[in-house]
């Protein structure tokens, strides 16, 4: 593998660790614990791993004296940068606990362990991969860990390795599962310790016990650059307006985030939409309202951030989606006919209010709601170009104003989408520091028997030395949701909080950052610089513990 | 204005200066110069500015006295990284000649001249935008300087204000015009000296004199940290393809450069396709026998890089358009049609093989061609989403080898653009050295009287203490070409050369590229850490200059 000149010097970075995991520690238990909400249900589906203490780990003199013990880890769905950083620091863990313990990775995610497919982590395999983004180690996967066939299957190759501990790696979702497996292998007296690392770039899993997942910053900060780079353009050639969307499905931290850093003239917010019951022409007429503001004072060029899952936060686009999914299942008249008459046939069969709103938008757009659908029967949300369909609505609004004589700019747009660009990138150190910690953190979890915890990092926005290592257990985390039909029990997910620190600080300034021209610049991150510019955890992160930006 | 933490400690670098330029130094005059050919036509066209001798800085012991020099600078055309470098070299190489001396910038480009909009450029100012991307310090535009109207309006406020001196930064076209204003005032004896700078991202204003423009460096650094972080997520979830465009309308120095950074498994180059009389089919056939070798070895993923411009380069292409423009100007027949009849109208119409071409493409590319039309009548090329076309036209082709068992993979392609992500980044160490030498020496070529000159500072390839700074005769790299159907003297655009030392070192390594994941992360801008990452060159660069890499 031929490295870039960076991957040497970084390669060499050794991660901050908290201070006390440096020493030999022990672990204390808090108080008994209680999920966030549906206790008597999470209670009863996880009888052997409810209810248990938070944990936290103190310096103490003593040698506890480990025997080496073999751990299995997988990378389960998207990247975020830093995974190989938690696996490494799980290594660099397991090994001081005893240097005969073992590590297996299991191949491309979860299948891995169902399929039998793994590779010894050696010491040569980790140093190459120490401080890189990606999740080449051992690859990702999105199967998901739901069915006792696979908890057996995976149990088979777990014994035959003699492991006795597996790290899931995951987001919200893979954590549920890894919880469920921990039960499962308890209830089993299987021997199997389970303990799972919160993991998402979308920043959705993170509550009172999770400061927040890992990747999240160093997309973010990816993102940023980007933005502060079209914004320094857009404010150089003054005569474009830039649509940019940023990956987010369901919660628009990363957008907030990326706004809070680089001060965008028009920042969407998708929990914000949904909760104010805005409408697309509201969102439309906001936008052109902003432009033409601008423009009416000569100021041409602007950026608007836009969180990749809005969409689906209009509720009139859930509505008339949800219609268009029920009518066009099995419609054989509409499949049959000429491309060119489905438009009007949609418009003409469809209820009122939900024609109207499908009439207003772009051809392209309406095609795709029509025409792309996913195996299950329903719209493809995720190919809704929403920055070209605002950018093209926006244009349509300006023209009217114009002739009306209420707008004198001109309008121009660019778009562009932002996600591929900032999963895999190199963990800024924060991530980097972050990651390892996790890492080894699990390691002194299932050094000490634990299974169905968390390993957990705290007091993240202080130097790495003052953060403080511990376990959650992950029912804690849990309520009870209605998935595919049936109530389950998950992690509550994370969105944006409209009464957070983040939110309000951005709510407080974005007329003035709509009006002016505010942009701020963060530049590509660095690695080797000062600590003010290089150890920076996330804005959001800053001000959900309470600190100014 | 809000500044980065990056910002705030970059604020600081002091740009790497040529030994020679921190002392005190004497211009030597070398050899006449020609132009590079039309050697009657342009001495005619340049009476006053013609086959003036090549200039080099040397180190003097004594004092060369020079009086105070008012100057203007214009930044013309794209933003590329280092403007603001160019201007703060100027300014402080202007003052260390005289402390009285004064910086003119006029705004928003060459039509501030015309204008009479400037500011004085402050020290206060100055430092504000020291090591920054963009050209916001005072705007740009792309209004030419053509004609002796505007040279005279121009004079006036040049005048007006003292102004002894213009400094044009610029890409080729932009420095021909500066050298036909240096003719003009020259001529007039108006005692106006115009000096150029070499600015642009594309890499195409570079010869035996100016061994690099400006910006290159850094924009083709933004582009390969992005394609480095998509080739890891591929490489990560090993299911998609990525078609990244990459900015470069006339010539492919940044895909080049991209792919000598980053090793993708297909790169384009706009100046092969044309040399080999590529078709779309033959281009889309190389694609699609990639993809399918890497299928049917289980790699169901890779990266394809294509330059801004490829479509024109492809002969047939470049024949279907041109009969298009012919076809459709003033056709009302065609611009009356159902649009839905449009598409079985061109194809019966064309000529046989444009005709074959044109419904060879997918629906949304064959309607661009028809439909968007720039005020010339012509096909608007930059609007063509090449990526989406390649993408598409490589699915259907796999489509078909599947069903003639010629594949087995899976087909999934993503589609990226990246081109306003690098024109604004704050330059690299590189770029903020190189142009602040630049402007310094614009300095001195100003305080010797000269003009017609474009700033000239080589041996780039080796630390910056070692480069040497003098000036080039603009008319020494025009020829004559035709434009907008007369002849004009032009400096001589720098295409890829397919037998250059960049082309052939990736055409050695190409087909291992492909067939192999060689994939090499190059990571972001590094700006404090150690040289081998921060002060690197341009692959292009070294391999130009006869070093390896």
């Known amino acids: 593998m031929k490295t870039s000149s960076l991957q040497i010097a970084r390669a060499a970075y050794q991660p901050k660790l908290p201070k006390i995991l440096k020493n030999q520690v022990k ?35 003593e040698n506890p004296n480990f025997s080496a013990i073999n751990t299995g880890v997988i990378l389960s769905g998207g990247q975020a940068p830093g995974g190989h950083n938690v696996i490494s ?13 073992k590590l297996y990775g299991f191949l491309m995610g979860p299948g891995g362990l169902v399929d039998h497919k793994y590779i010894e982590l050696t010491t040569e395999i980790i140093d190459e991969y120490r401080n890189t983004g990606g999740f080449d180690i051992i690859g990702s996967g999105r199967t998901k860990l739901e069915d006792p066939a696979q908890f057996d299957k995976g149990l088979e190759i777990l014994k035959q390795l003699d492991i006795k501990a597996l790290v899931i790696i995951g987001g919200d979702d ?10 499962y292998y308890k209830a089993k007296n299987a021997g199997i310790q389970v303990i799972g ?16 997942s890992f990747g999240f910053d160093t997309a973010c900060k990816v993102y940023s650059e980007l933005i502060g780079n079209i914004q320094r353009d857009c404010n150089s050639a003054r005569k474009y307006w830039h649509f940019i969307k940023l990956m987010g499905r369901s919660a628009s931290h990363i957008t907030l985030e990326c706004a809070l850093q680089t001060q965008p003239n028009v920042c969407l917010i998708s929990e914000e939409v949904e909760t104010k019951q805005q409408s697309l022409d509201e969102i439309v007429t906001y936008i052109a309202e902003t432009v033409a503001h601008r423009g009416n004072h000569g100021n041409n060029f602007g950026t608007v951030l836009i969180p990749e899952g809005l969409i689906e936060f209009i509720p009139e686009m859930r509505v008339l989606m949800d219609e ?24 003409s069969h469809l209820s009122p209010k939900n024609a109207g709103v499908y009439a207003s938008l772009p051809e392209g757009v309406a095609r795709q709601l029509t025409l792309d659908r996913d195996p ?26 114009a002739k009306e004589g209420k707008y004198k700019g001109k309008f121009a747009a660019m778009t562009h989408f932002f996600g591929y660009e900032g999963r895999c990138a190199a963990p800024s150190n924060f991530d980097a520091d972050y990651c390892y910690s996790l890492g080894y953190t699990a390691s002194l979890l299932i050094a000490n028997g634990k299974t169905g915890y968390m390993s957990s990092v705290k007091n993240t926005t202080e130097p790495a030395e003052k953060w403080v290592a511990g376990g959650v257990p992950t029912t804690m985390m849990m309520n009870m949701e209605k998935r595919h039909g049936a109530m389950k029990p998950v992690i509550q997910k994370a969105l944006v909080k409209l009464d957070g620190a983040p939110f309000q600080t951005f709510s407080i300034h974005r007329e003035q950052w709509a009006k002016e ?33």
């Open 27 to 61: 672990l204390v238990e808090g108080e008994k614990t209680q999920s966030v909400a549906d206790q008597k249900e999470i209670e009863e589906l996880f009888p052997n791993t409810y209810g248990m203490p938070l944990l936290k780990f103190e310096e103490c003199s």
């Open 89 to 101: 620091g799980l290594f660099d863990g397991l090994k001081h606990i005893h240097k005969d313990s």
């Open 174 to 183: 893979s954590n549920t599962n890894a919880c469920v497996l921990a039960e």
């Open 197 to 212: 690392c919160p993991k998402t770039i979308d920043g959705d899993l993170k509550n009172d016990m999770i400061e927040t």
């Open 324 to 347: 268009l999914n029920d009518f066009l299942a099995d419609n054989d008249d509409f499949s049959m006919m000429d491309k060119n008459k489905q438009r009007d046939y949609v418009i």
């Open 376 to 401: 299950h029967g329903n719209v493809q949300v995720s190919l809704i170009e929403t920055e070209k369909l605002l950018a093209e609505m926006v244009g349509v609004k300006l023209q009217q104003w």
């Open 517 to 549: 021209t505010c942009y701020v610049y963060p530049g590509p991150i660095q690695y080797f610089g000062p600590t003010e510019v290089c150890d920076q955890p996330s804005k959001t992160l800053l001000l959900e513990q309470g600190k100014t930006i």
